[in-house]
C-alpha cells in the first residue's frame, strides 16, 4: 500500500462545477500538507500549503485536511478550462522531517 | 525574475552514455531536490542536498550523481549504470527545513 492515494482519474467535469480532489495517507505523523498543480510537460507549480488540520481558502481554492481520518482535499469554485491540470498532493512531517511524499496526481478535464 | 531554470528541457542520447541535467536557483535557497516523474506516476526523491558540499541519497539513488559546490547549482548525472533513465527530471528548491519547495520546469530525457 502506498503511504499516499491520490485517485488517477481522468476526472472531467464541466466549466462552473465545483470540484472535488481528494488524498488518503497512512501516516499520522504528517503534519503540513500540500497541494500541487502541474500543467502537461511542466513543473509542478505549489498551489495551496496548510498546517494540521482545518480549512484555508484562496479564492476560488479551499484546502481541507482531517487529520483523524487521514484524508485531504482540494475544492475548486466555479471551475474553468484553464484549470485543467493534473493535481499532486504531498505532505511531509514525523519522521520524513520536510521531505515531501507525492501522490500519484489526478488529472483533470474541465470542459467549456 | 526569481526562480528555478533547468537545462536543456529536452534531451536526447543513447544507451551507455552519461548524460548531465542542470539546475540553478536565484532565490538563495539552501535546499535543492532532484525528482523523476514517469507517466501516471507522482515524483519519487533522486537525490537531495540541505547545504552547499553535502547531499544524501533519496529512494531512486541507484545509477545516478550529483555534486553542491555552489549554493545555486545542483546538477544531476545519470549514468550508464541507470536501467531505465528515459523519464521527466524535476529540480526543486527551499528555504533550509522548510516544507514548500519549488520546483523547475523540467528536462525531458530520453535515452535510446
Known amino acids: 500500500q502506498k503511504e499516499v492515494e491520490q485517485d488517477p482519474g481522468p476526472l472531467s467535469v464541466p466549466e462552473g462545477a465545483i470540484v472535488s480532489l481528494n488524498c488518503t495517507y497512512s501516516?499520522?505523523?504528517?503534519?503540513?500538507f500540500m497541494w500541487y498543480r502541474q500543467y502537461s510537460r511542466k513543473g509542478p507549480e505549489l498551489l495551496m500549503y496548510t498546517y494540521s488540520s482545518g480549512n484555508k481558502e484562496d479564492g476560488r481554492f479551499t484546502a481541507q485536511v482531517d487529520k483523524s481520518s487521514k484524508y485531504i482535499s482540494l475544492f475548486i469554485r466555479d471551475s474553468q478550462p484553464s484549470d485543467s491540470a493534473t493535481y499532486l498532493c504531498?505532505?511531509?512531517?514525523?519522521?520524513?522531517?520536510?521531505?515531501?511524499?507525492f501522490g500519484g496526481g489526478t488529472r483533470l478535464m474541465v470542459k467549456p | 525574475d526569481g526562480g528555478i531554470t533547468q537545462s536543456p528541457k529536452y534531451l536526447f542520447r543513447k544507451e551507455g552514455q552519461n548524460v548531465t541535467l542542470s539546475c540553478e536557483q536565484n532565490l538563495n535557497h539552501d535546499a535543492m531536490y532532484w525528482y523523476r516523474q514517469d507517466p501516471g506516476q507522482g515524483l519519487r526523491l533522486i537525490y537531495y542536498s540541505q547545504i552547499v558540499n553535502d547531499f544524501q541519497k533519496g529512494d531512486i539513488a541507484e545509477g545516478y550523481s550529483v555534486s553542491r559546490e555552489k549554493k545555486e547549482s545542483f546538477p544531476l548525472t545519470v549514468t550508464s549504470a541507470q536501467k531505465n533513465p528515459t523519464a521527466f527530471y524535476l529540480c526543486?528548491?527551499?528555504?533550509?527545513?522548510?516544507?514548500?519547495?519549488?520546483f523547475g520546469p523540467g528536462t525531458r530525457l530520453t535515452v535510446t
Open positions: 526543486a528548491s527551499s528555504l533550509a527545513g522548510g516544507e514548500e519547495q519549488y
Open positions: 501516516n499520522s505523523a504528517f503534519q503540513y
Open positions: 504531498a505532505m511531509s512531517g514525523g519522521n520524513a522531517g520536510n521531505m515531501l511524499t
